[in-house]
Structure formats: structure tokens, C-alpha cells
């Protein structure tokens, strides 16, 4: 007798939210990329026990019709990339059509939507509910421009996951984290983080990168950066680096911002470590926001589902030019050689 079954697509979902959803700040971190692909200039997001209980989100970007806001919970579906030939050239920070399936089965979610076009019609606002992967309700509802999402009893359906959760401190540092990340990489949209009702960030969305830096870290820091920028045919570096003396003890004050993707590099941090040369203490490192843009053909993101790690390729060309770019800012504020080590006299 066979004993192979194909899975039941709740429980396919199910497993796919193992990789995407781990934890509450996985949930926020899909739903406000999702806003952002909608090119939304307003973002909030709002918690209850750092979203353990509930996690909304509330966009003003373009919305969704009628259809698509119940496609929109399918496995696969997406309106990002249609052909293999996209996959290669990827101008959103979704396109795996995977978020919204795989949080649909791990909570309980209502999403309202609203498309306002240009056309006379009345615009028509609709909602739906999921649960365990199955709409549970839809219909018309007030209308409001974008969408907003609610995420309730996260993990309700998948015991072991809820219990591998950290202390609310811990689950809403890591939102922090993320909401301050994304912020950086993107000045010109105003983000709010809530929690039980406490305003926790907002940064201002004026467009200006130095200002978002003084939101995320104070004014006194952003104040002090120094402003880097290079080009070449293949690459365009721009952003702020800390001067020698502003260090902090750790990496985690860099940050690399590829194709308006947040992402975690060791190789990046280290070519800047090393840029700076020793003008840096041993175990001291610099604060950066550093943007990297680039032909997406270039990067390919695909690497793993939360999309944090990505390969470049021409990974030399861009040593090269930010190592130049660092150097040449570190000069701009002094432009008197260092004094070698060595060459102190001792007395
Ligand atoms: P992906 O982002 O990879 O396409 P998701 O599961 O996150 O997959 O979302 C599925 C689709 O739902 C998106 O492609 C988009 O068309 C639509 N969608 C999701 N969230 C929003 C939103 N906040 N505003 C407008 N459309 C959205
Ligand atoms: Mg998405």
C-alpha cells in the first residue's frame, strides 16, 4: 500500500510560516514591507504585549480591490513578480507571495483595504478574515485609503512556537530593531511604533536621512557623521560614517541598506572596519548608515526567505569604491596624516 499523501495546504502553509514567522517581529517586518511596496508614506504600527496579543498595522499606500485582498492569502500569490525573468530583477521587497499565507495560518487576521484611483466611483472599502488558513469572513466595510491589518493571538494554532517566544521585553526590542532599521532605509516615509498604547518611535519621513538618524539615535550622534558618497558604472554608495573618535563596541551601529533592503553583511562591516584603518581602536567600531544601489540584476536576494542575506556580484569593484569613499571622507576632516604608532618617541 502507498503511503504517500500530498499535505493538506494549512498544514504546507504551516510549515512555510516556520521559516518566515518566527517570531512577532517577523510578522511586523512582512506586513510593513508589504506597505511599503504599496508606496505608502505613512506607516503605523501598533502593539499589544510587543504583538504577542496583537499586531496592527496601518498603511495609506495604494490598497487592494475586492479580489485581490482574497488572493492576497494564497500561498504564491503576488502581484510583484510574474515571470522567472523578474526573480531577476527585483524592484519590491516582497515577491515570494508567502507572508501573508504563512501568517494566515499561524493567527487570526483581518485585513481592510481600500483602492482610491482616479475615476469617479465611489471608492469601495472590503475586509477579510483568516484563520487556520481559511477566510472566515469578507465583505464591504467603510471605506479608507490603503490598508490595515490586524494580527490577533499570534501562533494561536501552534502551541510549541508560542511557548519558544522570549519575554515581551525581548519580543518588542527586536521590533524596535526592525522599525529603526527600516526607518533608515527609508527617510521619506513618517514610521510610528506603538505599543499598549505607549508611543515608543516615530521618525519624521521628511526625507532626509541625517534627520531619521537623529530620530533612531540622538541628535548630538547624527550631528557629529560625516557624509560619504561614490560612484562608479556599477554602483552608487551613499550615507554617513562616524568620525575615528565616535566608536561604539559593537557592529550593530552599522548598517547597510542594499537596494533600499536592510541587510546583515559581515564582508561590508569588515571592508569599513578596514577602511578606517588605525585610526580605529582594536574591538571598536564605527556608526554608519551606508546605501548601496545598484542594478537589481546585480543581487540576487533569493537567498534565504527573510531576505536579510543577498549575494552581490562584483564584490571587489565595491571594496574598492567604499574603501576609497571612507577614506576619502576620514580625510575630509582631517586632512593631516596620522601619526604612526611607532613613530611616537617614547619618553
Ligand atoms: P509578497 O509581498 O511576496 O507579494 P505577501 O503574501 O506578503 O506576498 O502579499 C501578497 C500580495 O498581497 C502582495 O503581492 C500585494 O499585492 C498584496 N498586499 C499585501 N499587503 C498589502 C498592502 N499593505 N497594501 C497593498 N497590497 C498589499
Ligand atoms: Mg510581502
Known sequence: ??????????????????????????????????????????????????????????????????????????????????????????????????????????????????????????PKGCFVEVSGSKITDQGITKPRKGTTITVDSLFYNTPARLKHLSSIKTELRHILNFVQDIALSYPAIRFTLLNDNNKIFTSFGSGNLKQTIANVYQPVLARQLIEISARDNDFEISGYISPPQLTRTSKQYIHWIVNGRTIKSFALSNILVRAYGRQLMIGRFPVAVIKIDLDPRLVDVNVHPTKQTIRLSKEDELATLLTDAVQQALKSINPVPTVEIEDIPKV
Request: hydrophobic content about 45%; glycine content about 6%.
Open 1 to 122: 500500500m502507498g503511503k504517500i499523501k500530498q499535505m493538506s495546504e494549512a498544514l504546507a502553509n504551516q510549515i512555510a510560516a516556520g521559516e518566515v514567522v518566527e517570531r512577532p517581529a517577523s510578522v511586523v517586518k512582512e506586513l510593513v514591507e508589504n506597505a511599503i511596496d504599496a508606496n505608502s508614506t505613512e506607516i503605523m504600527i501598533e502593539l499589544l504585549d510587543a504583538g504577542i496579543q496583537r499586531i496592527r498595522v496601518v498603511d495609506n499606500g495604494d490598497g487592494m480591490d475586492e479580489t485581490d485582498i482574497q488572493l492576497a492569502f494564497l500561498p504564491h500569490a503576488t502581484s510583484k513578480i510574474y515571470t522567472v525573468h523578474d526573480l531577476f530583477s527585483i524592484h519590491s521587497l516582497g515577491f515570494r507571495g508567502e507572508a501573508l499565507a504563512s501568517i494566515g495560518s499561524v493567527a487570526k487576521v483581518r485585513m481592510e483595504s481600500t483602492q482610491i484611483d482616479d475615476s469617479d466611483t465611489e
